[in-house]
């Protein structure tokens, strides 16, 4: 806007500082003279045709960010503060890498201010993904399609908190999740309406027989979440408790900004 306006303000303000007298003479005068008041007529013209382009230009950019700003994410974006951090890559194995990180957590959920404190293996808006084939109990897939394959997010006990994101049905996870025999899952409502038909999933099973044959009980239903970005649909996914030794996301929830 400043540029447009710019460009539109200096042609203005030389024309205006023309003499009346110069101009006639000017245009009185030589071919030649008539030749350059044509051009620069042609420059004027030009610059206010590409200042209105501009200006035109950076009102759909304007009204573009107002809509993204007000689409709804899923989860709560104030007070977040994400950040990732992987220890291997300064030399750690992974018995360290998983003791930096729970230090990580508990130094962080310590400070004054901080509500909650979590993290996956795959930051949201970011675009990473991991797929998984699975076998979901009480759905046939379509004999051309086999079994579905969908995303799957590895979290932290306190996911759903630090992000702010809504429990529809069931429970959140918790930190015995992660080593009780009985292996976990939540589930978002687009998982939920296109394997479940929309209703309550909780207490269904979930089958994974690759990297390992595992099997998951679905104990809570989440709001979606726009994963990949606030322009692109929603996706069905798992989640499952787990600690990582690569690359995570940490979310900070904050009670200030």
Same mark, same amino acid.
């Given at each position: 806007?400043?540029?447009?306006?710019?460009?539109?303000?200096?042609?203005?303000?030389?024309?205006?500082?023309?003499?009346?007298?110069?101009?006639?003479?000017?245009?009185?005068?030589?071919?030649?003279?008539?030749?350059?008041?044509?051009?620069?007529?042609?420059?004027?013209?030009?610059?206010?045709?590409?200042?209105?382009?501009?200006?035109?230009?950076?009102?759909?950019?304007?009204?573009?960010?107002?809509?993204?700003?007000?689409?709804?994410?899923?989860?709560?974006?104030?007070?977040?503060?994400?950040?990732?951090?992987?220890?291997?890559?300064?030399?750690?194995?992974?018995?360290?890498?998983?003791?930096?990180?729970?230090?990580?957590?508990?130094?962080?959920?310590?400070?004054?201010?901080?509500?909650?404190?979590?993290?996956?293996?795959?930051?949201?808006?970011?675009?990473?993904?991991?797929?998984?084939?699975?076998?979901?109990?009480?759905?046939? +897939?379509? +004999?051309?399609?086999?079994?579905?394959?969908?995303?799957?997010?590895a979290v932290a006990p306190g996911y759903l908190r630090a992000l702010g994101i809504n429990l529809r049905a069931g429970r959140d996870l918790n930190p015995a999740d992660v080593q009780r025999p009985i292996r976990v899952a939540l589930v978002n409502e687009a998982f939920a309406k296109q394997y479940f038909g929309g209703?309550?999933?909780?207490?269904?099973?979930?089958?994974?027989?690759?990297?390992?044959?595992?099997?998951?009980?679905?104990?809570?239903?989440?709001?979606?979440?726009?994963?990949?970005?606030?322009?692109?649909?929603?996706?069905?996914?798992?989640?499952?408790?787990?600690?990582?030794?690569?690359?995570?996301?940490?979310?900070?929830?904050?009670?200030?900004?």
């Amino acid at each position: 806007t400043l540029t447009a306006a710019a460009f539109c303000a200096a042609p203005a303000v030389a024309m205006r500082k023309m003499q009346l007298a110069d101009v006639l003479k000017t245009e009185s005068g030589a071919t030649s003279s008539r030749a350059q008041v044509r051009l620069r007529k042609t420059m004027v013209m030009a610059q206010l045709a590409f200042c209105l382009w501009l200006v035109m230009g950076a009102g759909l950019f304007a009204r573009s960010l107002a809509r993204l700003k007000a689409v709804d994410l899923g989860f709560r974006k104030e007070h977040l503060i994400t950040f990732q951090l992987d220890p291997m890559m300064s030399g750690f194995n992974s018995e360290e890498a998983l003791a930096a990180y729970r230090r990580v957590s508990e130094a962080l959920g310590a400070l004054p201010g901080v509500v909650a404190v979590s993290h996956s293996d795959y930051g949201v808006l970011t675009g990473g993904e991991n797929l998984n084939t699975i076998q979901i109990e009480g759905y046939r +897939p379509p +004999p051309a399609e086999g079994p579905p394959l969908v995303r799957v997010l590895a979290v932290a006990p306190g996911y759903l908190r630090a992000l702010g994101i809504n429990l529809r049905a069931g429970r959140d996870l918790n930190p015995a999740d992660v080593q009780r025999p009985i292996r976990v899952a939540l589930v978002n409502e687009a998982f939920a309406k296109q394997y479940f038909g929309g209703q309550n999933p909780v207490g269904r099973h979930i089958w994974r027989p690759n990297p390992k044959d595992m099997l998951f009980e679905i104990v809570g239903l989440v709001a979606d979440q726009r994963y990949d970005g606030p322009t692109e649909q929603v996706h069905p996914f798992y989640y499952l408790p787990a600690d990582s030794d690569w690359a995570l996301s940490f979310y900070v929830r904050t009670s200030q900004s």
